[in-house]
Nanobody
Framework: QVQVRESGGDLVQAGGSLRLSCVASGSIFSINAMGWYRQAPGNQRELVADITRGGEINYTDSAKGRFTISRDNAKNTVYLQMNSLKPEDTAVYYC???????????WGQGTQVTVSS
């Protein structure tokens, strides 16, 4: 069975950096796309960044210039390097793994990112 596991969330001061990692395991199939979403209390879950197997990348506007998404296809791993963190970035960050329309989408349990003023 597919497992999706995030790591790297922490408490940091404004202006600091974190690197999130997400590893997908338990499937022999290749991954079409991986991405990061976040959800703050009272807010909807929103896309932060995603990346296809071919390297196409999308960022939400607030992440552009501060966050960088990357992946290692051989390891089924996606990273999110977050710099210049702001209190507004505080949220639970979830990893989304897309195996394509025939094989489905899987989510991790989330990792907490807290940015203090």
């Amino acid at each position: 069975q597919v497992q999706v596991r995030e790591s790297g969330g922490d408490l940091v001061q404004a202006g600091g950096s974190l690197r999130l990692s997400c590893v997908a395991s338990g499937s022999i199939f290749s991954i079409n796309a991986m991405g990061w979403y976040r959800q703050a209390p009272g807010n909807q879950r929103e896309l932060v960044a995603d990346i296809t197997r071919g390297g196409e990348i999308n960022y939400t506007d607030s992440a552009k210039g501060r966050f960088t998404i990357s992946r290692d296809n051989a390891k089924n791993t996606v990273y999110l390097q977050m710099n210049s963190l702001k209190p507004e970035d505080t949220a639970v960050y979830y990893c989304k793994v897309d195996y394509g329309p025939r094989r489905g989408i899987y989510w991790g349990q989330g990792t907490q990112v807290t940015v203090s003023s």
